[in-house]
């Protein structure tokens, strides 16, 4: 898992918001809102998402619409994965985590527990 760059994260950011395929020029409007970004620059980075296994494609017209293969919440879980493996020692990494967390996270973890048929005590 690697993570995402300005640009790419912007773009399944709009993805993921809309939750339907969208095309490089919905993208590219959504963004332009916000700042420039030129069509030529997103359709190379949403193609590179693609290669990258990110995206999925399928042909509308001339146009390309994009969907991504993973949720934000997958992605982050990920991130997240990543960040915990990279400690020497997991668990305290993880009870490091978890002393931070507000007492709504810790209620959500805990549910996540529950849900996921894990022991919680």
């Known amino acids: 898992m690697r993570w995402l760059g300005e640009l790419e994260a912007e773009i399944l950011d709009c993805l993921w918001k809309w939750g339907r395929p969208a ?18 620059t997103v359709m190379t980075v949403a193609t590179i ?7 999925i494609r399928e042909k509308q017209g001339r146009a390309w619409l994009y969907t991504p293969v ?3 919440e997958a992605y982050s879980a990920a991130l997240m994965e990543d960040a915990l493996g990279a ?9 490091y985590f978890v002393e931070r967390m507000t007492d709504e996270e810790v209620a ?11 022991p919680v005590e």
Not at 23 to 40: F, G, H, K, L, M
Not at 108 to 118: P, V
């Open 70 to 72: 993973r949720s934000r």
């Open 108 to 118: 959500a973890l805990r549910e996540a527990l529950r849900t996921t048929d894990r």
């Open 23 to 40: 095309t490089v020029r919905e993208v590219v409007d959504d963004i332009n809102t916000r700042r420039p970004a030129a069509y030529s």
């Open 49 to 55: 998402l693609y290669n990258k296994g990110w995206l």
């Open 87 to 95: 400690s020497e020692d997991r668990p305290a990494a993880l009870a």
